[in-house]
């Protein structure tokens, strides 16, 4: 294992904040195939899909499909997102590894992406924990809108540190902090880890940025200085969330490695074969994805 200081875990959350946002259908196997090229590649988190209505989430309506589908590979585990009760039965009936709850800091956001109050669905993820737990699989916590909300503008971090308590009281081994809309720049990522770390270890949390203004590299670095090692990140850039307008995908995962590995420090990905996984997925959404580091380890 690499030196601790120096490993940063990475979730590939491609399959699934990429692909829900993508306008072209993708064939299931097209989807497999991904997944399969990005565990070769080297990742070992890999967020596959996610167990939601089809109607509202059309593009992961083979959810069960696409899961199954997966080979099982030594020491790479399959998340998909596990909203409520339904959710997740139906993530264990195709074998799930892990799953993830998901909430916000804001009231506006919780109610458009899942229908529920904040307080609703902390109550939902009770019965979905405890699933999880008869089962004896893990779940990770997300909390979205962790500094700007699409629809309540400004976010206070104590409103995130109070849904992130929750999440870790429920019995998440983890909280991803959503960025969802891609507006932050170091300083806000400062100033939210200021609050969160007074009482939050930093091996509990994670940063997902989306990089809608280019500026969630810059923010990953800064949250590296105080302590967090884990992030998410979509291949190629691909991605954004159906329920934040305007909100480009997440930090490209080519982006991110190069970064990461040209400052000494190490995820365990091999760039080439990551991007050649993108280039895969590319073909079937008929469209070039926007990584920066993509595009040029193509060109
Ligand atoms: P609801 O409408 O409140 O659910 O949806 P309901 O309990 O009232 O049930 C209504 C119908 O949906 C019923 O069917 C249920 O069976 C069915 P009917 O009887 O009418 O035929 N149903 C389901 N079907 C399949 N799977 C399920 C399920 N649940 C109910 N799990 C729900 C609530 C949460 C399910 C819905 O709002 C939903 O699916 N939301 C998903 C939204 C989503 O996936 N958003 C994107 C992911 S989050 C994100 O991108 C942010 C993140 O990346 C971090 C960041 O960037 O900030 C994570
Ligand atoms: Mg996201």
Do not use: W
Not at 25 to 47: F, M, N, Q, S
Not at 70 to 95: C, D, F, H, S, W
Not at 222 to 244: M, N, V
């Amino acid at each position: 294992m690499a030196n601790k200081e120096k490993y940063i875990q990475i979730y590939e959350v491609g399959p699934r904040d990429g692909l829900q946002n993508e306008a072209q259908p993708v064939p299931t196997d097209a989807k497999i195939r991904y997944i399969e090229a990005l565990a070769r590649a080297g990742h070992t988190r890999i967020e596959a899909t996610s167990f939601v209505r089809p109607g509202v989430i059309p593009q992961l309506s083979d959810a069960h499909e696409v899961y199954t589908g997966l080979q099982n590979q030594t020491g790479v585990r399959y998340i998909a997102l596990t909203p409520n009760r339904k959710g997740m039965e139906n993530g264990l009936a195709a074998g799930l590894q892990e799953g993830a709850i998901f909430t916000a800091a804001s009231e506006a956001f919780t109610k458009k992406n899942i229908n529920a109050t904040i307080d609703e669905s902390i109550a939902r993820f009770g019965d979905v924990m405890a699933l999880a737990s008869d089962a004896g699989i893990p779940v990770r916590g997300y909390v979205s809108t962790v500094v700007e909300c699409p629809y309540a503008g400004k976010i206070d971090p104590e409103a995130v540190l109070d849904v992130c308590r929750r999440l870790l009281d429920l019995g998440v081994y983890q909280v991803s902090l959503g960025e969802t809309i891609g507006v932050a720049v170091p300083d806000d990522i400062a100033r939210l880890l200021d609050v969160l770390l007074k009482e939050i270890p930093a091996e509990k949390l994670a940063g997902h940025f989306h990089d809608t203004r280019g500026t969630a590299l810059a923010s990953v670095f800064r949250a590296i200085e105080f302590g967090l090692r884990i992030f998410d990140a979509s291949s190629g850039g691909l991605g954004g969330c159906p329920y934040a307008p305007g909100a480009a995908g997440n930090l490209a995962t080519e982006d991110l490695v190069y970064a990461l590995h040209r400052s000494g420090y190490e995820t365990g990905i091999d760039l080439e074969a990551l991007a050649l996984a993108t280039s895969g997925i590319a073909q079937s959404l008929g469209r070039e994805p926007t990584g920066r580091v993509y595009l040029a380890c193509k060109s």
